[in-house]
């Protein structure tokens, strides 16, 4: 399956045909008996064999370490009914317990969520957004859930730049610090909108994991504690944030220290017992917004702050959107995901429609390994031409289409495989293009175009035992967001992914500010089906997504390819470097990469030394991406998930068999 397409004697065949060999084999060494399986549910591998997450042994892959660059050596995770992987051990192994007990795909989505916002608030939570792709077995239908936080209905489309009419001058302390950059959160709301169309539990039950870690109190992690020491001193601009993340000295709280949370817990039981309406009015609302409207910082940290504009009637009046989602077909692949206001779907399926003019297949990595190998220049120059030419439609044509039309018939438009085949004969095999230009349609204004997107978000893919998919998205933004902390959350930035500037001098921009107006977003949930003889969806075969800003864009191309084009398995496609470009003359491969070499700026390595002779001006800089995939496939008639965790962070996958 994972080589079907490849014609036999090429040598990405000859590659994926011993990758599979190695898979089958692993498959017989783990299988154990059903009662060994049962009992090694939704435990990790561990050196003697698995151990609970969460349970403090040793081999606990939730106790806390330093966040490290890159770690080294971790295999797949094989399963064979469900499988759940997120950015945090406790995370993984709260949504794997909901699975076991037979929740669904959705079910797991809302505990993950409320234990993310828990354990890694700085990248997610009830005070953010999310993007969920859903996959419903029985129907085979793909649904989008849009739960993208709004601009208040007082805002103007100078919301982000000025104070007000009358005081043209720069929010305070900046936009990012000031209340104007905190969208409606909109994460609450889509999970109630997903769970009562696809939930199996009751909702309140799924709060549970989440509550039980905020009362007796949870290590702080690696990554956290990163977080929290390099966001002191926007931390103490709010009382509540104070309290919670920095110690009586107004020390940064260290890594591996327990922090309990009761106001999360409090939060967790008035939505379990409430529903989302609990959020969205009453005592919360009133905090968020008495947060948003704040004038002055905290005693330890005085100064202005510009109030943002968020009223009561803005949060009661938040609804999630249901769309459908945005696909193309790549190879003998479906690939499906979110389309506006997200970018992520047009923006990836773009750079597969573009590549699908090339044949990939022989530009893969070479010396494949658990990291995924070295990609070739040729396959890095042709991504990222691609990248090129994509981001170039996205960032003057894509926007909340609810506000502002995307150009011509639309995403049938920008996706058109003809549109796609002109867009592919700009690229030159001996030379990059630098920057591209966007493709010319008749658009309903004149566009300027807008590149804003920043840091702090989580990936989720899961996978229930009735074959349900869930790929959400979740985000605050920036890392710790607003540093706004209201009972026990903090409060997205969202609204700094709108350009502030409304125009520039070849007209306005699409993603300019304006009341209840959605921020563009880069967030690419993806669901890849094996189509169907009949051209139909198929079966599902890929779960994935990451966070990382407007680069989300090029790990899920990656990823996608990594599956399609290169025969890797989920945990080389995670593992494998990032590699693509923006739309500038800087293509990035990511030094951090074990098999690149990121000394003198990449000089001595082979890879960046042949990018630079095509005249890619390259960058080396590490890459925080957040990949979390899950492949499902068949073995003799039976369903097998195998899932990976990026190790650029610390991620874990977990399901009902064990990996070894
Ligand atoms: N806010 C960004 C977006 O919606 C994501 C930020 C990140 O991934 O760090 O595209």
Not at 359 to 364: A, C, K, R, S, T
Not at 435 to 447: I, R, T, Y
């Amino acid at each position: 399956m994972l080589s079907q397409h490849h014609s036999p004697g090429e040598p990405m065949a000859r590659r994926s045909t011993a990758l599979w060999l190695a898979l089958l084999l692993s498959f017989s060494a783990w299988a154990g008996n059903d009662e060994d399986i049962a009992r090694r549910s939704c435990e990790a591998p561990s050196d003697t064999g698995s151990v609970v997450v969460g349970s403090g042994l040793p081999g606990d892959p939730a106790l806390p370490e330093p966040s490290s660059g890159y770690r080294i050596g971790i295999v797949p995770v094989l399963s064979k009914q469900y499988m759940v992987v997120t950015a945090n051990p406790l995370a993984t192994q709260a949504g794997c317990e909901v699975l076991r007990a037979g929740g669904s795909a959705a079910d797991a989505a809302v505990a993950v969520q409320m234990v993310l916002g828990l354990v890694e608030p700085q990248s997610s939570g009830l005070g953010g957004g999310a993007f969920i792709v859903h996959y419903d077995a029985a129907a085979k239908t793909v649904q989008t859930y849009d739960g993208r936080e709004t601009a208040p209905s007082g805002a103007t489309e100078d919301y982000l730049r000025f104070i007000s009419a009358t005081d043209p001058s720069a929010p305070l302390p900046d936009a990012r610090r000031s209340g104007r950059s905190i969208g409606t959160p909109g994460a609450v709301r889509v999970l109630e909108m997903l769970h009562r169309e696809h939930g199996a539990k009751p909702w309140a039950d799924l709060f549970d994991p989440a509550r039980r870690l905020a009362i007796h109190g949870f290590a702080i992690g690696g990554r956290m504690a990163d977080a929290i020491a390099g966001a002191r001193n926007d931390l103490l601009r709010d009382q509540d944030a104070v309290a919670y993340f920095l110690d009586a000295e107004l020390k940064p709280r260290a890594l591996g220290s327990t922090i309990l949370n009761p106001a999360y817990a409090d939060t967790l039981a008035r939505i379990a017992a409430g529903g989302a309406d609990a959020f969205y009015s009453g005592a919360i609302a009133q905090d968020i917004v008495a947060e948003i409207s704040r004038d002055a910082a905290a005693p330890d940290a005085p100064g202005p702050l510009t109030p943002g504009l968020t009223t009561l009637a803005d949060m009661d009046r938040y609804r999630a959107v249901k769309r459908g989602p945005v696909c193309i077909d790549y190879r003998t692949y479906r690939v499906c995901g979110m389309g506006p206001p997200s970018s992520g779907a047009i923006a990836v399926g773009q750079t597969l429609g573009i590549l699908e003019n090339f044949g990939m297949d022989v530009f893969g990595p070479s010396a494949i390994d658990l990291h995924g190998g070295k990609p070739s220049v040729m396959g890095v120059h042709l991504v990222s031409e691609a990248q090129r030419l994509a981001y170039a439609d996205r960032n003057k044509y894509v926007a909340d289409t609810d506000f502002v039309p995307l150009p011509a018939n639309g995403v049938a438009s920008l996706l058109d495989k003809n549109y796609l085949r002109s867009r592919a004969n700009l690229i030159r095999f001996d030379r990059s293009m630098g920057v591209a230009q966007p493709g010319a349609f008749p658009a309903a204004e004149p566009q300027g175009a807008s590149v804003q997107e920043g840091k702090g978000t989580s990936h989720v893919s899961i996978v229930d035992a009735r074959g349900n998919a869930v790929a959400m998205t979740t985000t605050i933004e920036s890392g710790m967001g607003s540093f706004r902390f209201v009972r026990g959350f903090l409060l997205n930035n969202e609204l700094t992914d709108f350009s502030a500037q409304p125009a520039d001098a070849t007209g306005p921009i699409a993603n300019r500010i304006g009341p209840l107006k959605r921020p563009r977003s880069s967030m690419a949930p993806t669901l890849v089906f094996k189509r169907a003889d009949n051209g139909s969806l198929g079966t599902l075969a890929m779960v994935t997504g990451s966070p990382g800003g407007a680069a989300i864009i090029q790990f899920v191309s990656k990823t996608v390819i990594g599956l399609a084009d290169w025969g890797l398995d989920a945990q080389q496609a995670a593992a494998l470097v990032n590699f693509g470009a923006g739309n500038s003359t800087t293509t990035g491969i990511g030094g951090e990469h074990p098999a690149i070499d990121a000394s003198d700026a990449g000089a001595n390595d082979a890879l960046v030394i042949g990018l630079r002779a095509l005249g890619h001006a390259v960058s080396v800089r590490a890459q925080s991406s957040g990949i979390a995939t899950i492949l499902r496939f068949e073995v003799d008639g039976e369903t097998r998930l195998q899932g990976g965790a990026d190790p650029r962070r610390e991620g874990l996958a977990l399901g009902d068999g064990l990996a070894r």
